[in-house]
């Protein structure tokens, strides 16, 4: 394991490793990842088994990247386009990767808004 320097992002990391050890995304129940930068948000949805990524969204995407309103209301519509990409790709059932986020805020509002699209998490 590389040495980082004590920080916030350190601290991150080392969660996001030790949950991790714990969370694997398989073929029939894959990872929804979620990284939360200071001005955006990405997500994507994992097969961890043969490392391939099945679907994914991000506050930059081009129907995404002109919206106007809060970093919480794009988290909401990036959990709604990524439960969108999954579901027509034949993903029903994920497993949560918050990433050592907390769940709250902008992380809270895209697994809220990723369930009411029709992802089971």
Excluded: C, N
């Excluded at 894959?30 to 949805?45: M, N, T």
């Excluded at 519509?77 to 902008?106: C, I, M, P, S």
């Amino acid at each position: 394991m590389k040495k980082i320097a004590d920080s916030r992002t350190a601290s991150r990391v080392k969660r996001h490793e030790r949950i991790r050890i714990r969370l694997a995304g398989s073929g029939p129940r894959p990872r929804l990842a979620v990284f939360r930068s200071l001005s955006h948000i990405y997500a994507q949805v994992i097969d961890d088994t043969s490392g391939t990524t099945i679907a994914a969204a991000s506050s930059l995407d081009s129907g995404l990247r002109g919206a106007t309103g809060t970093k919480t209301e794009d988290a909401k519509r990036v959990g709604q386009l990524v439960a969108e990409r999954a579901k027509a790709a034949g993903v029903d059932k994920v497993v949560f990767d918050r990433a050592g986020f907390k769940y709250h805020g902008r992380v809270r509002s895209l697994a809220e808004a990723a369930r009411e699209a029709g992802l089971d998490f």
